[in-house]
């Protein structure tokens, strides 16, 4: 199957981000980061004990491809490790989850709204390609010390 994505689809999922919606001191938005950054390590390295720190118990995970394809949602820490294990035990490449122009939405102390557009790599056939691009939003939540990630939407450009 082949599926491309027309221009400006995403943005029905991509609202504007309101200017001055972010009360969250630098130090807390780094750690909002961080947590984004070991998400996207966690699937690089195929680490599932990474992946299930950075997502609180009841996280909610929804993909679309261009608006055409849906999958999801994935209710529950459990579905999503289950669902990604199934895709890594598929892959025969090493990938990389590149997240750019990560923005905040809206955040205060105990809850943030953050957009990233992703990049998606391989190794395939033994040069870099990109397999895809697209776009994440991502509702993160503070529990006790750490950042996690409670909901996510991944919306992809295309898929082969």
């Given at each position: ?5 027309a ?7 991509l ?11 630098p ?6 980061q961080?947590t ?13 004990a ?24 994935f ?49 395939a ?5 990109v ?30």
């Amino acid at each position: 199957m082949k599926t491309t994505a027309a221009p400006a689809w995403g943005s029905t999922y991509l609202t504007a981000t309101p200017a001055g919606g972010v009360d969250l001191d630098p130090a807390e938005q780094l750690a909002v980061q961080q947590t984004l950054a070991r998400y996207a390590f966690a699937l690089d390295q195929q680490d599932l004990a990474a992946l299930e720190s950075v997502l609180t118990v009841n996280a909610i995970w929804t993909f679309t491809i261009a608006d055409e394809v849906d999958l999801g949602p994935f209710v529950g820490r459990a579905a999503i490790l289950d669902f990604v294990r199934g895709a890594m035990d598929a892959q025969t490449d090493q990938r990389r989850h590149n997240l750019i122009n990560i923005v905040f939405h809206s955040a205060d102390v105990g809850t943030a709204e953050v957009r990233a557009y992703l990049m998606l790599t391989s190794n395939a056939g033994g040069s870099p390609s990109v397999i895809t691009t697209g776009f994440y939003t991502f509702s993160l939540e503070r529990a006790k010390s750490e950042w996690r990630i409670a909901k996510l939407f991944l919306g992809m450009d295309n898929a082969e």
